[in-house]
């Protein structure tokens, strides 16, 4: 593999409210192998940054790579080819905006990841829940209300958010299926949602017993518990049962998010989603019913931020988009910089992210030893954040494990 050096970068990961001074970094064999002032190589290729702001590849923690139709129920019925297909060309889009890794939290599988691995699809490196396990009616069965037929939810089709199961044997022998099919943590809808029928947001999925039977195979496999949880008790009730990772939080209260900082976990708003689901849904497919509930979250959310970041409870980058709103993913950027300071962030797409994965020693910073995994952005994220938002329009260079996959002209 080709070295590469790059010179003349300032760097922002977050870790710092300024960037720093120009840096030199040096990529050998996918790993960052050194970052200073200056740094001697006479076989590496030179790259110019111009003053142009290195940082981390970007990190989303809840995506649905295989949700090429906004209508998931209807997403669940497409033939398996057609599903890999559009993926694969959902997955483009997300490392041309910069994104080169993503936590899928329901739906990818396993073959995607070889997919990826085998250099067959070209897109971010994909950490998956496989299958996300939801109770009969709750946020995965998307059979009407006057629909009897057998309690299943093509789970086994890859256009398939999630799997039906209920009762403590039937959710421990769901992870356990989902952990040999290659799931590198497990997903539970722990609460109502928009985008299903018959479970309005306030329901609270899963007894505390099936929900801590999830959480202790998944410990038993040497893993963790990610939740979907918009209201207050649902939250408090995961926390409660040992779940590591938050998905969403709209509705939190500070007693609670106080609850989630003192036993270690993470949060991951999606609030971009909200906004397009509310704009752009219904002409998309959405379901009316479920664009309505949409409104019941959204505008919550703003403040979620304000009372997780008043407490200290980490939050990661997450969008939770479908169908064509993918291409809003960045978007989330712009959002959450109303009401938190750019630094914070950046790192909830980077460091925070890279926590949550368990590959803070890996992904997430521009140091020695991490994989080179890095985007050069034109000015400064720190004053606009806008920048890190589109199509990736303002980076003219993005490396996924030390391969340049876009390189623009740097004048």
Known sequence: MTSHLIINAPIVDGAHSERSAPMQVLVENGIIIDVDKSISSSKAEVIDAGGRTLMPGLIDCHVHVIACLADLGRNAMLPDSLVT??????????????FTTVRDVGGADFGLKIAMDEGLIEGPRLVISGKALSQTGGHCDFRGRFDDSPARSNGHRLGSLGRLCDGDAEVRRAVREEIKAGADFIKVMANGGCASPTDPIHFLGFSKSELMAIVEEAANAGTYVAAHVYTDAAIRRAVDCGIRSLEHCNLIGEETALRAVEAGCIAVPTLVTYDKLSSEGLQLGFPADSVAKVENVRIAGMESLEIMRRVGLPMAYGSDLLGDMHKHQSDEFVIRGQVLPAQDVIASA????????????????VSPGFEADLILVDGNPLDDLRLLSGQGQHMPLIMQQGRIVKHCALN
């Open 350 to 365: 980077t460091s925070v992210g890279a926590r949550l994965l368990g590959a803070e020693s890996r992904i997430g910073s």
């Open 85 to 98: 297909a559009r993926a694969s060309r959902i997955m483009r889009g997300m490392l041309m905006r910069g």
